[in-house]
């Protein structure tokens, strides 16, 4: 047995380079002190649509700045306890063929993971976010399928939990789970340093994070300062209510 299958598992397939930490940031770090290998996917580096304020760089390449998105992306996974896996599919477009499909259905054959983050399944403003997500499920029902790679054991049928998109009215998405984050907020908040490219968000997520956690308060009997909400996709199955 590997030393990823002989400990509990978690899979967040990100879009771009710096979508899990913002979204999933407190997630990650939560579930890694807990002892559990959470892989991260990014499909993309982001290079062209979230990558603005070094295109504004005299004599900027395409090269340059996968390179600098990548190594935010690492710096920041490291931080959070996560290991990260880059596809590089392209940004704005980006494009998902089969292969890489099958590439993410054999991570979860390998991870068997215990749920699995992606994004929501709207998002009006980024057309990449909601093919992340369609191609985190199609992986994982491929997964579950006896007839690809039948000598390869099967998945069973791990929950998936949306993040939230920056702009959750217009993205038709409800939170359903909040997830208490205070514990690892430090390490969320240095994440968010690693990416320079986007120092224009740190402020908007730490907002967001603080109105989760009092959303979080109002709906259980603890003080919570940081939240993170999440949108179930599949009914929880449980022999309680509580």
Known sequence: MSKIQAKPSILVVSAHA????????GAVALYAERG?????????????GES?????????TMDRVKAARREEAERAATILGGT??????????????DEALLRLADIYR????EFVLSHSREDIYNFDHPLATHVAQEARVIAQAHG???????????????????????????????????????????AFTTMAAQEHLWEYY???????GAQATRNSDRKIQYGEGYARVFPMVSEVLA
């Open 52 to 60: 603005a304020k070094m295109w504004r760089q005299t004599g900027m």
């Open 110 to 113: 390998e991870l068997r993971p």
């Open 148 to 190: 690809y790679k039948p000598e390869v054991p099967v998945i069973g049928a791990p929950p998936v939990f949306l993040f939230e998109p920056h702009q959750p009215e217009q993205c038709n998405w409800k939170p359903d789970v909040l997830l208490d984050i205070s514990s690892v907020w430090e390490k969320k908040q240095r």
């Open 84 to 97: 990260l896996e880059c596809f590089d599919l392209g940004d704005y477009p980006m494009r998902v063929p």
């Open 36 to 48: 559990y290998h959470v892989r991260i996917v990014c499909l993309s580096f982001g290079e062209r």
């Open 18 to 25: 710096a979508d899990f930490v913002w979204r999933a940031g």
């Open 206 to 212: 730490t907002r967001v994070a603080l109105q989760r």
